[in-house]
């Protein structure tokens, strides 16, 4: 049977948490996403703030155009082509960031180093109001503490079978899922998460915009190795360089939002850098080594973009 | 009710030699005793049943000695205590309808995919029977079932539910006119359509006993039947949930939805995530309004076809999802369009997928609730609903909820 995949109701924290995919057998299977909260997703409805669009890819007979989406506890790419137009017509109408909600399926890239960076091809988009967008967290919040609640519980007694659970009517679907989850991701801190999902709550209570003042950390920067490296080429960064990476990436962010053509300025992100208290010689050793992983690239000399 | 003719030709099974008798009547065996069809077994001993022919169908296959196209009936014969699927080799010419009761001496029991069959064959004497010489089935004697146990082909089980809907409906079956009487049971564990070829007088609210009853599958959910074999008592109505309690619903999840198969009603929430094809501007035939593609009809061939609006929406409440077909009044009222509106875009704007489109704009992303059957095909679940409403999210409530929720569990995990 060809079912339809179900929208799973997901943060940006949970898909960027996400290092695993799993690939369905048979005809035009579907892969899925696994994350380690307990979401083996293919389909996802999420909401948050999108930013302007913009148009990405060379080819102006394949149009391919890409926003980000930020949530209380992070931020996914969000991309329309060609192949999906009236969700590429909805994400170019505005052009400003605006509340929405999105449909769409999960699409993991894997850069060279394990680093995986999660986007979300859009089928529909929509401009939602404040009390939808409370009504979207409320069932999204529910339904994470759910499958974190079951994913906890089979942490603690993998062999539990099915029926001895105590979840009745939680769907069989997030039961395989959250088997999965601690499965796959043994040593998973899910606390963090959860504190990250209480932001959600009080954003439900509408005692908090959906971003605060200091934004979290960009999402594709959430770098775990799924597998220790074979060969560790260089020692894991420390906190303070993850940080500095996080700032950088940051205003690379914000300067490319800001501008007309794409791109950051090299100079002046240096010159903003100095303002967090980063040298121009760690500025340039941190993009050296961001170009080295992939992230950030700089196609035109002094101009840089998310790679 | 009468089901048999006035008179009823006295067929009999097997080669009948031109101008000379039944070859099985003249058998010197005696009589095997006569068997319940729940007694059944497997055997190279011949049996003798009486059972109502529930379902009958003509066939031919190709005799393998002179490679000759022949006839040969089957169907399903019930008597009350079980129901068994049957083949009659070299059938009489004469039409036998369904409801007919037949007496079969001589018949042989095979097993097919480990329940067991009847096979009428030259030696077995089938002739007609009257509703009499039915077994007396007592409901004490089968086992107590609730609608949720309920599958396609269960029998020999005794129900206890309060009818929630029954009319009357005539059906053609054959030549004939029958009065069937259809409607809604439900007895707390999940609700189940039947359909009664017997008049028992039901009256919606009652509290019923059904014993010697079975279950059939209807587009694609089980239907329980009920005829003259059927025992149908009336209980003390308290020992059921009330009507109302039966009937209204919680949205139930759609996971939950698609575990059971469905629903014979049921309430259902979710946001619309897209739009299926056709959707939209439709044309149907005046005639059985079927969705006609170039003009043409598959039913009725070239017609004036007329125009409709319908929306193909895809419900999903992040456990599973469920297509909801609307028709024109709701669609209308979803889109704020009607069809004369959208038929005059169409003659401003001749692309039809404009329509489709500003739908799409409309309706993606909506919250909705609707309620009615749900049934599953090869794609999923669908609601032709009988009710649609858009849903206003009360925030501040779930907000509440989600707050008592995680102080309850904070500090816990």
């Known amino acids: 049977m060809a079912l339809r995949e179900t929208a799973w109701r997901t943060f940006a924290g949970e898909l960027n948490a996400a290092m695993q995919e799993e690939h369905g057998t048979g005809e035009r299977a579907a892969t899925y996403l696994l994350s380690p909260y307990g979401a083996r997703v293919n389909r996802v409805l999420m909401a948050g703030i999108l930013s302007t669009p913009e148009p990405i890819g060379k080819d102006p007979a394949q149009p391919f155009w890409r926003a980000r989406l930020a949530d209380p506890t992070g931020t996914v790419s969000v991309t329309a082509g060609a192949f999906q137009p009236r969700a590429m ?10 509340t929405a909600m999105v449909v769409g399926k999960v699409h993991l890239y894997r850069g060279g180093d394990a680093t995986a960076y999660i986007s979300v091809r859009a089928e529909g988009i929509r401009t939602i109001e404040e009390t939808a967008l409370r009504g979207i967290y409320a069932d999204a919040l529910a339904q994470s503490l759910d499958r974190l609640d079951l994913v906890e519980k089979l942490a603690r007694e993998p062999d539990l079978p099915d029926d001895r659970l105590g979840t009745h009517g939680a769907p069989a679907a997030w039961v395989r899922a959250a088997r999965e989850s601690v499965r ?31 934004a979290p950390p960009p999402g594709t920067l959430r770098v775990t190795p799924a597998e220790p490296p074979p060969s560790a080429p260089r020692p894991a960064p420390s906190a303070e360089e993850r940080a500095h990476e996080s700032a950088f990436l940051d205003v690379l962010d914000e300067l490319v939002d800001g501008s007309s053509d794409g791109y950051a300025d090299l100079k002046e992100l240096v010159q903003r850098l100095a303002e967090h208290g980063l040298s121009a010689e760690a500025a340039e050793e941190m993009l050296d080594r961001l170009q080295e992983d992939g992230v950030v690239e700089e196609p035109i000399v002094g101009r840089l973009r998310r790679a | 009710m009468a089901i048999l003719p006035a008179q009823v030709p006295a067929f009999i099974g097997g080669p009948v030699p031109s101008g000379g008798q039944a070859v099985a009547a003249e058998s010197p065996i005696a009589e095997p005793t006569e068997i319940r069809l729940k007694d059944l077994r497997a055997s190279d001993a011949p049996v003798q049943i009486v059972a109502r022919i529930v379902s009958i169908e003509r066939r031919e296959y190709t005799r393998p000695a002179d490679g000759r196209r022949r006839p040969f009936l089957t169907g399903l014969l019930s008597d009350g205590t079980a129901s068994v699927r049957f083949t009659w080799w070299e059938p009489p010419n004469e039409e036998i309808d369904r409801g007919t009761i037949i007496r079969a001496v001589h018949a042989q029991v095979r097993e097919y995919q480990g329940r ?33 146990e309920l599958r396609g082909r269960s029998e020999g089980f005794r129900l206890e539910a309060r009818v929630l809907r029954v009319g009357p409906k005539t059906v053609t079956v054959g030549a004939e006119q029958r009065l069937v009487y259809e409607g809604l049971l439900g007895d707390g564990s999940g609700l189940i359509a039947f359909s009664s070829w017997s008049d028992f007088h039901l009256a919606p609210g009652e509290a019923l006993r059904v014993a010697g009853a079975y279950v059939r599958t209807f587009r694609g959910r089980p239907q329980l039947v009920l005829d003259e074999t059927s025992l149908v008592a009336r209980i003390d109505t308290r020992r059921l949930p009330p009507a109302d309690q039966l009937l209204t619903h919680a949205p139930t999840p759609l996971a939950k939805l698609a575990a059971a198969g469905g629903s014979e009603s049921t ?45 193909r929406l895809v419900l999903d409440d992040g456990t599973g999802t469920v297509t909801m077909n609307t028709d024109r009044p709701t669609t209308e009222s979803l889109w704020g369009v009607t069809l004369d509106e959208a038929l005059d875009r169409l003659r401003r704007s001749p692309d039809p997928s404009l329509l489709e489109s500003s739908l799409a704009e409309a309706v993606v992303g909506m919250r909705l609730r609707g309620g009615g059957r749900v049934f599953p095909d090869d794609f999923g679940l669908n609601l032709y609903p009988e009710s649609v409403e858009p849903i206003e999210v009360d925030a501040d409530a779930r907000a509440r909820e989600l707050r008592a929720r995680w102080e309850a569990t904070d500090g816990v995990a």
């Open chain 2, 267 to 311: 309430v259902v929430e979710g946001l619309v995530v897209a739009l299926l094809p056709p959707s939209g501007l439709v044309y149907r035939c005046p005639t059985c309004r079927r969705p006609v593609s170039m003009g043409l009809c598959p039913q009725h061939g070239a017609v004036k076809t007329i125009a409709d609006l319908r929306a």
């Open chain 2, 116 to 148: 067991p069959e009847v096979s009428f064959g030259f030696r077995t004497r089938v002739t007609p029977a009257g509703p009499a010489d039915l077994p007396k089935v007592d409901s004490e004697g089968f086992p107590f079932r609730t609608i949720s």
């Open chain 1, 184 to 214: 796959r991701y043994p040593s998973v801190d899910r606390a963090a998460y959860r504190a990250a999902l209480k932001n959600v709550l009080e954003v439900v209570e509408g005692k908090r915009p959906v971003l605060a003042a200091a």
């Open chain 1, 89 to 98: 017509a909805q994400l170019r109408s505005v052009p400003a960031p605006r």
